[in-house]
């Protein structure tokens, strides 16, 4: 019976013996999941982290774009207007050269000075020199550049300093606008004057607050804060070539504007200025 008795208890050491680790072992696991958990989390911050970056870079990526644009045309004017100079430099430079050829001759044979031969291409040459200067002079003074343009969506509902892309041209003599940014852009320097006005569909507890904007600076200021109320600014602004001007939204209210026509951007040159 005794020895009966002993290999109970040892059976029964063993048992808890045995059930000992069992316990460790859950506390272990319940650990490694929460560690997991944690790693998880962590993760999904970093996830979201490189969201944010990239939405940055793509912002940056897409103002580069536009810098770009502007910079492509500035280029092309510079060109146009720099070919137009170095024609009128030759034009210069071979009527002096045929002014001193003839002095020579004058100096060998002062009896050509007053010939009917020399007055007869002299003067045609010194009219049509006068001519084409005139003809420039004219041209740099009497530019026409001018824009209207309209939003055609029936809403559209804004984001943060989202541009307002006026897609319904009505008028763009000069191309200096580009429906597809909303952006003008000055093909020559000057005094300009812009308007812009937009009506507010739905207020929605949110005000409307726009900017018309200089080569990202803020000029002008739209506000309106009940539905189908308007804000409307116009502001001069002196430009240089490749300057540019836009409307878009301040803030993140997230106002719903009304289209159809209702909300239009336009601009025009006042008179041309020299390039500084």
């Known amino acids: 019976m005794a020895t009966f008795s002993f290999i109970v208890i040892v059976l029964l050491a063993s048992d808890m013996t045995q059930g000992a680790p069992s316990s460790n072992s859950g506390n272990n696991q319940d650990q490694e999941i929460t560690e997991i958990k944690k790693m998880m989390t962590s993760q999904a911050d970093m996830l ?9 870079l793509e912002k940056e990526n897409h103002d580069l774009v536009k810098q770009t644009e502007k910079l492509q045309t500035a ?31 004058t100096e060998e044979d002062k009896g050509q000075l007053h010939s009917s031969r020399f007055q007869d291409q002299a003067v045609p040459q010194a009219d049509d020199k006068l001519s084409r200067i005139r003809k420039v002079a004219n041209e740099d003074n009497h530019t026409a550049v001018g824009f209207y343009a309209r939003l055609s969506p029936h809403t559209l509902q804004l984001g943060e300093h989202q541009t307002l892309e006026f897609d319904h041209v009505v008028t763009n003599v000069g191309n200096g606008y580009d429906s597809r940014h909303g952006h003008f ?48 600014r116009t502001v001069v602004l002196q430009l240089s070539v490749g300057d540019m001007v836009w409307v878009r939204n301040r803030d993140n209210n997230s106002p719903e504007i009304f289209g159809l026509g209702y909300t239009t951007f336009s601009g025009f040159l006042i008179t041309p200025l020299g390039q500084s």
């Open 48 to 56: 979201q982290e490189y969201g944010r970056r990239i939405n940055l």
């Open 75 to 105: 280029n092309a004017v510079m060109e146009t207007r720099l070919g137009q100079l170095e024609q009128m430099n030759f034009d210069i430079c071979h009527d002096e050269d045929a002014f001193v050829t003839t002095a020579q001759l």
């Open 185 to 232: 852009t000055a093909p020559v320097a000057g005094l300009f004057s812009f308007t812009s006005t937009v009506l507010l569909s739905s207020s929605n507890n949110h005000l409307m607050q726009l900017n018309i904007v200089k080569n990202g600076v803020d000029i002008g200021h739209l506000f309106s804060y009940s539905a189908l109320d308007k804000g409307t």
